[in-house]
């Protein structure tokens, strides 16, 4: 199995680009990953949220496979902690599969058509974070369930 994380937009803060890369290099150890970052949408001061949305998840969807597993990280998603966040991942990793993939919206996040071709959503925080932030966030505890799996000292209880 590999992981895929999509995400709308690049990372235009050094510090947090440093964070992404260092734990995609750590991620390697355990599972194939790939990041593919989809360029922004360039529709204009006058589009709206709505149109925003519709644009990114046109391009989200052909980015995924008919056999991708795809997961939202979204505010209504369930929360749950590192450790059953280790369990879900190897509960789907054990039903095979090709990829995993995990999809990081934009700022006006998801159109109805991407919340129609996902089976779960998964949320990090009852808090609102910028999507930049969010890909560090998550590529953090994506290494750590991966450490819990591992049995390694990485999470502390």
């Known amino acids: 199995m590999k992981i895929k994380v999509l995400t709308i937009g690049k990372t235009d803060v050094p510090y947090l680009q440093e964070g992404i890369d260092q734990y995609l290099k ?49 505010e209504r998603g369930k929360q749950m902690t590192s450790q059953a966040f280790s369990e879900y991942l190897r509960r789907t990793m054990n039903q095979g599969g090709r990829s995993l993939t995990f999809i990081i919206g934009g700022a006006f996040g998801f159109s109805g058509a991407v919340y129609d071709r996902v089976k779960e959503k998964i949320s990090l925080s009852p808090m609102t974070f910028p999507h ?26």
């Open 26 to 74: 750590r991620l390697v150890h355990y599972i194939p990953v790939e990041m593919i970052c989809i360029p922004d949408i360039r529709a204009g001061k006058s589009a709206s949220p709505d149109h925003m949305k519709e644009q990114e998840g046109n391009i989200l969807l052909r980015h995924l496979a008919v056999t991708d597993t795809a997961v939202l990280l979204d």
């Open 132 to 157: 930049q932030l969010v890909r560090l966030i998550f590529l953090e505890q994506l290494y750590r369930a991966f450490t819990i799996l591992k049995g390694e000292s990485y999470h502390h209880i």
